[in-house]
């Protein structure tokens, strides 16, 4: 089982700054990761899949980078809709989510 | 466009069984993993198991002994069964379509709203 480690546990910006949220793998799981985001009382909506493929309809400033055991996703103009917990997720060895990151916008 | 609604009782007694059942309109269930999740109060999101086509099944193994995903696609639905529940069982339950196809993964991208099953007396 790969555990997903995420940092920070908490970001707060302001709106147009950049967020930059780390998702880190105990074991490789190449490209097999997608990141979510959920707010409060919703279901989580695909944001990236495969590590760095924006999901349909996601804004362009949500990008994801990384393989193997370190990724980010990068909001390169926060927001205020940006608010929610961003988890990060792994498919190459069972599945497995990594804790999130609470984005807070100032 | 592809949309999953969970259903199923919203409170269950302790030790019980808790079932629930995800119907998908909208779409075809072949070539996809049918994934339930689920999430405690304040806590974070923990993959429960999936089904791909019927026949291949994975489970987490924290919950392997205790859960059963099956799959009816002749009703469009798949549905999960949790055995000898304890509260720590109580949380938003979530289904998703998930793919995976061959080296590419797609992640998942249509999630049920979530039904919220309490396990109390």
């Known amino acids: 089982e790969s555990v997903l480690t995420q940092s920070p546990a908490t970001l707060s910006l302001s709106p147009g700054e950049r967020a930059t949220l780390s998702c880190r793998a105990s074991?490789?799981?190449?490209?097999?990761l997608a990141w979510y985001q959920q707010k409060p009382g919703q279901a989580p909506r695909l944001l990236i899949y495969a590590a760095s493929n924006r999901a349909t309809g996601i804004p362009a400033r949500f990008s994801g980078s990384g393989s193997g055991t370190d990724f980010t996703l990068t909001i390169s103009s926060l927001e205020p809709e940006d608010s929610a917990v961003y988890y990060c997720?792994?498919?190459?060895?069972?599945?497995?989510f990594g804790g999130g990151t609470k984005v807070e916008i100032k | 466009q592809v949309q999953l609604q969970e259903s199923g009782p919203g409170l269950v007694k302790p030790s019980e069984t808790l079932s629930l059942t995800c119907t998908v309109s909208g779409g075809s269930m072949s070539g996809y993993y049918w994934t339930w999740i689920r999430q405690p109060p304040g806590k974070g999101l923990e993959w429960i198991g999936y089904?791909?086509?019927?026949?291949?099944?994975n489970y987490n193994p924290s919950l392997r002994s205790r859960v059963t995903i099956s799959l009816d696609t002749s009703k469009n639905q798949f549905s999960l069964r949790l055995s000898s529940v304890t509260p720590a069982d109580t949380a938003v339950y979530h289904c998703?379509?998930?793919?995976?196809?061959?080296?590419?993964?797609?992640?998942?991208?249509?999630w049920g709203p979530g039904t919220t099953v309490t396990v109390s007396s």
């Open positions: 074991q490789s799981v190449s490209s097999y």
């Open positions: 089904i791909y086509d019927g026949a291949g099944i």
């Open positions: 997720q792994q498919r190459s060895n069972w599945l497995t």
């Open positions: 998703a379509r998930d793919l995976l196809h061959g080296d590419f993964y797609y992640g998942m991208d249509v």
